[in-house]
């Protein structure tokens, strides 16, 4: 006996939804299979090492003793007032300058660590 393709599509567009959820697990029971989308296998270091981070949020994480230097790198790197680098400061933890290049999130993190403060890059 030959499939006749033509005759199921016809008979799956004619059937209502729920027909065609016993009809999906119908067919799983009798194959042994699933209609779930797929899911990549890679493991979490495998995913981390095909996607390189490109981008980084620069985090104050402590301001540290000496608030003053920390406020004056803040407004070097973002330019920002003294008002809004001061409550980026009061604020910490708080992002400092989110979606940099790997290079300027470091040397960000150098100045705002040389000024005393504890930075995180995220």
Do not use: Y
Not at 58 to 77: C, F, M, N, S, Y
Not at 80 to 109: I, R
């Amino acid at each position: 006996m030959a499939l006749n393709i033509e005759n199921i599509v016809e008979e799956i567009k004619g059937a209502t939804i729920l027909e065609l959820n016993d009809l999906v697990k119908a067919i799983e029971e009798e194959f042994g299979v699933s209609a779930a989308a797929p899911v990549a296998a890679a493991s979490a270091g495998e995913s981390e090492e095909a996607e390189e981070q490109t981008e980084f949020t620069v985090e104050l994480t402590d301001v540290g003793d000496q608030k003053v230097k920390v406020i004056k790198a803040i407004r070097e790197a973002t330019g920002l007032g003294l008002k809004e680098a001061k409550a980026v400061a009061d604020g910490a933890p708080s992002p400092v300058k989110e979606n940099v290049a790997k290079e300027e999130a470091d040397s960000l993190k150098a100045a705002l660590e040389d000024a005393g403060a504890s930075v995180e890059l995220k």
